[in-house]
């Protein structure tokens, strides 16, 4: 259920510091840490001698010190160093090293073959970038399986019914909605026209009170990265001086029924006012912890395990974001194992397992 070659976020860069970090990826456990250049490393969260966490051992001399019996690793995964029995490094003293970089404010993890690595395929979140943005930053741990939140997000008309302080009275009867695909990215399109500005839009709306017409484009990215460019602008006004509120929705999965959600909440007005980016945060984290997270969450237990598609879910032409997504996702998983099935044995295996014990 995982596409392996491809790059998934691992944390925000301010969150990770002097002190290493641990997080299970696609099932692995990976030890995240900084060099004393500021370089990001990643390698296997456990210690090849008795299994201990090296993320929670401590920096030394740009090596991981295990907090068990002291070994060190670098950012390969070798054991460079043991205090024991004259410095002897045993056969097996290594983890596996994992390509790491650094881009749009995030820690991006290769999962797949380190040599297919390719930064190049690092989802294109460079709109988040832009110098007259401001914005906020967070995470949310989901108990479900990560396409169920792609689902959530490739159809944002749930806003109206499961978002009371977002959604809008008659958005189903003034919404319009299409889809396109691009290669690894399908666009999930959304206009409403001529509604009432929900809360958030009113907080920074500075055009005369009424309706406005709003867009709500939801870009997926395989495997999982989404990014939301959405805006409001004043009927029969200039599209380009619409309000602009780029949000990005990163997803990791963590195991096959949870998954690591990292968002952002950016806007082009009103940038100076601090209290308003701290206001904004703590209702957008209130929003996915209260209402989508226990939603997915919901859905997830009553799936009881099931296959979505065994489920015979009943489709809207609202899910056809939703749906081309995941047909694309299960196609690019398909091809991978494919590839993989043909590679010579031992190919593309992590160092560690190709050891003698």
Not at 21 to 40: D, H, S, T, Y
Not at 67 to 74: E, M, V
Not at 258 to 280: G, K, M, N, P
Request: charged fraction near 20%; aromatic fraction near 8%; include cysteine.
């Amino acid at each position: 259920m995982f596409l392996k070659n491809a790059w998934y976020m691992a944390g925000w860069s301010e969150t990770l510091t002097e002190k290493p970090q641990g997080i299970r990826m696609l099932g692995e456990k990976i030890a995240l840490f900084r060099l004393e250049n500021g370089e990001v490393a990643a390698i296997g969260d456990r210690c090849p001698h008795r299994f201990a966490s090296l993320s929670g051992g401590v920096l030394v001399q740009n090596t991981l010190q295990c907090p068990y019996h002291g070994l060190r690793f670098d950012r390969s995964g070798a054991c460079v160093h043991n205090p024991h029995h004259g410095g002897i490094i045993p056969p097996g003293a290594v983890t596996r090293s994992y390509p790491v970089e650094e881009r749009h404010h995030g820690i991006w993890v290769w999962m797949g073959a380190p040599e297919a690595a390719d930064p190049a395929l690092i989802p294109d979140l460079s709109m988040l970038d832009a110098p007259e943005l401001v914005g906020t930053r967070g995470y949310l741990h989901v108990p479900a399986d990560y396409r169920l939140v792609i689902d959530n997000l490739m159809d944002l008309t749930h806003v109206n019914y499961l978002h009371p302080l977002l959604g809008i009275e008659d958005a189903a009867a003034n919404t319009r909605v299409s889809v396109e695909q691009e290669g690894r990215d399908v666009w999930s399109y959304m206009w409403t026209d001529g509604s009432e500005l929900p809360l958030l839009f009113q907080m920074l709306w500075r055009g005369p009170k009424g309706n406005a017409k709003m867009r709500g484009h939801m870009r997926w990215t395989a495997p999982a990265a989404l990014l939301l460019d959405s805006g409001a602008t004043e009927i029969g006004g200039d599209p380009g001086a619409s309000i602009f509120l780029p949000t990005a929705h990163l997803l990791t999965p963590e195991t096959e029924t949870s998954t690591h959600y990292f968002w952002t909440q950016y806007r082009d007005v009103l940038t100076d006012d601090a209290e308003l980016t701290q206001q904004i945060h703590a209702g957008v984290a209130h929003t996915f912890a209260t209402e989508d997270e226990p939603m997915i969450a919901q859905v997830a237990a009553n799936m009881d395990g099931q296959d979505f598609w065994d489920l015979r879910p009943a489709i809207l032409n609202t899910d056809a974001g939703a749906v081309r997504a995941r047909r694309l996702l299960a196609k690019l998983i398909r091809e991978e194992e494919a590839a993989a099935a043909k590679e010579p044995e031992g190919a593309g295996r992590p160092v560690e397992s190709a050891l003698p014990a």
